[in-house]
């Protein structure tokens, strides 16, 4: 049987990525360009300079993944994309590219949910069958969701304010850190106490699976202001001890719910781009362990924003004849939830 061949584009933030992924789990290309050089001297993602790095750099992306899997575009049996949500100038330039794309080689256009990116990644690395519970954490999102299926999803809670990324971005910019602040956090609070500052925990006590952390960011800050010659490395060990333990918490309150329509299902994912903090990870799997639940998630390279996670979706979806007309809009937003009525 000829392995069937989509590929994938994401271009949703500051991330310019092409693959080539088969129904074999096989990634035979990923490229993928990072604007970090060109945001990075004004803290965050600057979205007019991150359309205009996706125009420039797509096509060439697209070459280079064919080239490296030694195919040529008429040998593609599907085009998938990043449809939404995201920086919409970004999205409309991936999702341009793959219209023009399939149109030229007469084949199916897949519009991909970017959520839905990060929630089927797991299945893409791993044998993992639905249904599972997944803690999708990442600079725009966060969010714990029951993953029952292809386009099925129940949202057991999410964020009431910040997403934890950008916490995490906020609380590097406080302190002078580089960006992104995920991976500068991390690597300086091995350094620190994680215990030498009694930053809130919000919501931490409610019999919820939603999540705050303006308060957080907010407290991290008034200590910063408040402390002469802080030591960074503390701020950092304990800010992300408190943010790991808000999300074992309510892992626990999430299992607790997920048990009951779901007895025999144990398998709990964490994905998006803070899945790949690693001290995140191994105080998840403490508590995941005590529930019996097993803890998957992506490589750490699979974790951001890649076209590798996009392409697998197109797969998923082309297996079960999904695809969409070439007259799709894409979206800034677009809740996982909403794909439920396909």
């Not at 085009?79 to 999205?91: D, H, N, Q, R, S």
């Not at 995941?288 to 974790?303: D, S």
Request: charged fraction near 20%; hydrophobic fraction near 45%.
């Amino acid at each position: 049987m000829k392995a069937m061949l989509v590929l994938g584009i994401e271009s949703s933030c500051d991330e310019t990525s092409v693959a080539i992924v088969n129904h074999n789990k096989e990634i035979l290309s990923l490229f993928t360009l990072s604007q970090l050089e060109e945001h990075q001297p004004f803290g965050g993602v600057v979205p007019e300079i991150a359309a205009r790095s996706h125009i420039e750099q797509i096509i060439n992306l697209v070459h280079k993944a064919l080239i490296n899997a030694a195919i040529s575009l008429k040998n593609i049996d599907a085009f998938a994309v990043t449809a939404g949500p995201g920086l919409i100038g970004g999205v409309l330039v991936g999702v341009m590219t793959a219209k023009a794309l399939a149109s030229v080689a007469k084949k199916p256009f897949i519009a991909v949910n970017h959520l839905e990116g990060h929630a089927l990644t797991v299945r893409l690395t791993s044998d993992i069958e639905f249904p599972y519970l997944m803690l999708l954490v990442s600079g725009g999102h966060c969010q714990i969701l029951e993953v029952l299926g292809v386009g099925k999803y129940k949202r057991l809670g999410a964020t009431l304010d910040d997403a934890v990324g950008e916490a995490f971005d906020k609380v590097a910019k406080m302190l002078g850190l580089g960006y992104p602040g995920g991976v500068e956090i991390e690597k300086l609070a091995k350094l620190g106490n994680p215990n030498a500052f009694n930053f809130p925990k919000p919501l931490l006590n409610q019999n919820n699976c939603d999540f705050s952390f303006a308060g957080l960011k907010t407290a991290v800050k008034r200590t910063i202001d408040q402390t002469d010659d802080i030591n960074k490395a503390d701020v950092c060990a304990s800010f992300q001890h408190v943010v790991a333990e808000i999300f074992c918490k309510k892992a626990e309150n999430a299992i607790k719910i997920f048990r009951e329509s779901h007895p025999y299902s144990n398998n709990f994912v964490i994905a998006g781009g803070v899945a790949a903090n690693l001290y995140i990870r191994e105080k998840l799997q403490v508590v995941l362990e005590r529930y019996n639940f097993n803890l998957y998630a992506p490589p750490v390279h699979l974790c951001t924003d890649n076209a590798a996670m996009i392409a697998w979706v197109g797969v998923e979806r082309f297996k079960l004849g999904i695809v969409d007309s070439l007259n799709f809009e894409p979206r800034s937003r677009w809740l996982l939830e909403e794909l439920n009525s396909i």
